[in-house]
């Protein structure tokens, strides 16, 4: 019992997380004058320090070695994971990125192939990195 409070409570800290660096990036108006550079490099502190994921090296995965990265991290579900892509779809099309946009949209596929459940937003969302993308 105890683990899997651990685990939920990992899950619910990732999340948390998360969601905290996509209001710090996306949210708000008082940042307007944070650079894309500086929010990336914040972006890249923050999961660095708070989770210990490297989104560098998480950026030049093949997609078995992301699934792999992320099932390092008990607190990765499909949430989480969604909330990642898209803090990386983001910056990808802030940075005009074909990296980020591929690797979230890696993680959105990845999400739709682990959940139970179909996400018109994430389809959206997907679609639009396909278009940037020109694929």
């Known amino acids: 019992m105890e683990q899997k409070d651990y685990i939920l409570r990992e899950i619910e800290k990732i999340g948390l997380i998360l969601i905290a660096i996509k209001q710090k990036l996306f949210g708000g108006k008082e940042n307007l004058a ?8 914040e972006t890249k502190d923050a999961l660095l320090t708070e989770l210990k994921f490297d989104i560098d090296n998480f950026l030049s995965l093949d997609k078995a070695e992301t699934e792999q990265y992320l099932s390092e ?14 803090i990386i779809s983001q910056i990808g099309f802030a940075k005009k990125s074909e990296n980020y946009l591929e690797k979230a ?3 959105y596929e990845f ?17 639009e990195i396909r278009r940037c993308l020109g694929s």
């Open 34 to 41: 944070i650079t894309i550079e500086k929010q990336m490099e």
């Open 73 to 86: 991290f008990e607190g990765f579900n499909v949430e989480n994971t969604e909330h990642l892509a898209d």
């Open 105 to 107: 949209l890696q993680l």
């Open 111 to 127: 999400c739709i192939f682990s959940s139970k459940t179909f996400s018109l937003d994430r389809e959206r969302r997907m679609e």
